[in-house]
């Protein structure tokens, strides 16, 4: 009972934070136009921009077929949907994140640790603008998460792909690991939604992957500190907007360099998704603050190394939101002292820190793991849901 009513003093703290900041849940507007705009035929569906910030659909065209339904309704009963199902997902997150690391934990340990998670910042962003992020990290941890040789285990990490691109970092991760049929699945997955994109918007689809997909400037300023990317730190640290080769370079090393640590030095499969997580938002060209939702499962499995000091110190760095005490009104950004670069950075250097310290480690045996390749747990940690 005590567990359940820390959760709903932590929600209800939430919500009335969010109301004396009257927050405007914008992105949830954003899908609400792309659904809109396949309604009308989608021919404007990457040529709009709504709220005071400009925003612009951004996702592949499957992702807006399925807010179709966001359109149907008012913008203050979605906004109320999204709200309470981000809410949901913050619980779901975390049980799917202890069961995936192994954690065997109850139900009132779940909403615990759910009340506490709702502040870690990437989390708290993410509901305050009504993101999608907890519902792919869901998607993906649970299908990651079935047992081996489960029925068409990797079609939903396809799915997820086909929704945000960022996912496919997992399915070259499943390759090398070299589980070739749920690489199959996920590809699959993928293409389906490619498929039907095409079939319902040819024209948005075709605009999309030729031209839009590679416009990184439509989703915002990689330089500033909502960026936590490593892009966003070069560009801050060199004082310049656009470190162009120099970060194609760095990111491209990265890349290589956090698949083979996620996949030859990673102690169990746990660490290898979060690292591959991690990875994948640091070579991405730009990714905001409320992207890193990841951290909840790492946390997760440091926990459940029995690191409980390591574990609470993540939960301090994902809780403090050093960047937003920084200046950075218009241009400020770029004009950063060196001793504020760490505090304008502190996700990227988090991964970069992770990636090199197990890059130097020697991998722990797990059971069932050959030189090559990644076996699934057989613990019950290898069972979700």
């Not at 109301?19 to 507007?29: C, F, T």
């Not at 659904?35 to 996702?59: H, I, K, M, R, S």
């Not at 779901?92 to 870690?120: D, E, H, I, N, T």
């Not at 480690?361 to 069972?383: D, E, I």
């Amino acid at each position: 009972m005590t567990a359940r009513v820390l959760l709903v003093v932590s929600v209800t703290a939430f919500l009335a934070l969010c109301g004396l900041q009257s927050a405007p849940i914008a992105d949830v507007l954003v899908y609400r136009a792309e659904g809109a705009a396949v309604l009308a035929g989608g021919g404007d569906l990457y040529g709009f921009t709504v709220t005071e910030w400009q925003l612009p659909a951004t996702y592949p065209p499957f992702a807006a077929l399925l807010f179709v339904p966001a359109a149907w309704v008012p913008v203050a009963v979605l906004k109320g949907v999204f709200l309470v199902g981000n809410l949901a997902l913050v619980v779901v997150l975390v049980r799917l994140s202890c069961r995936f690391a192994g954690l065997r934990v109850s139900w009132a340990a779940v909403c615990v640790v759910a009340a506490l998670a709702l502040w870690l910042e990437p989390v708290f962003q993410t509901v305050l603008f009504g993101q999608i992020n907890l519902a792919l990290a869901c998607l993906i941890l649970w299908d990651l998460g079935r047992p081996p040789g489960a029925s068409r285990k990797g079609l939903a990490l396809g799915i997820a792909t086909g929704i945000k691109l960022t996912p496919a970092v997992f399915i070259v991760y499943l390759f090398l690991a070299g589980r070739r049929r749920e690489v199959a699945h996920a590809v699959a997955g993928f293409v389906g939604t490619v498929v039907v994109g095409a079939l319902v918007l040819p024209y948005a689809s075709g605009e999309f992957w030729t031209r839009r997909l590679y416009e990184t400037g439509r989703v915002g300023k990689a330089w500033i500190v909502d960026n936590q990317s490593l892009q966003g730190l070069i560009a801050r640290v060199l004082h310049d907007a656009e470190p162009g080769l120099l970060w194609a370079v760095l990111a491209g090393f990265v890349a290589v360099a956090g698949l083979y640590v996620a996949v030859r030095r990673a102690r169990s499969e746990s660490h290898g998704v979060v690292l591959t997580a991690f990875t994948a938002l640091l070579v991405s060209p730009i990714s905001w603050s409320h992207h890193w939702v990841w951290c909840v499962p790492l946390i997760a499995v440091v926990w459940a190394e029995g690191r409980r000091r390591t574990a609470w110190l993540l939960g301090a760095l994902f809780t403090a939101r050093t960047m937003w005490l920084l200046p950075h009104q218009g241009n400020l950004d770029l004009h950063l002292a060196w001793w504020q670069q760490p505090l304008a950075a502190p996700y990227a250097l988090l991964a970069c820190t992770m990636l090199w310290a197990y890059g130097h480690a020697h991998a722990a045996p797990v059971p069932g793991r050959t030189t090559g390749q990644l076996s699934a747990r057989s613990s019950s940690a290898s069972t979700i849901r």
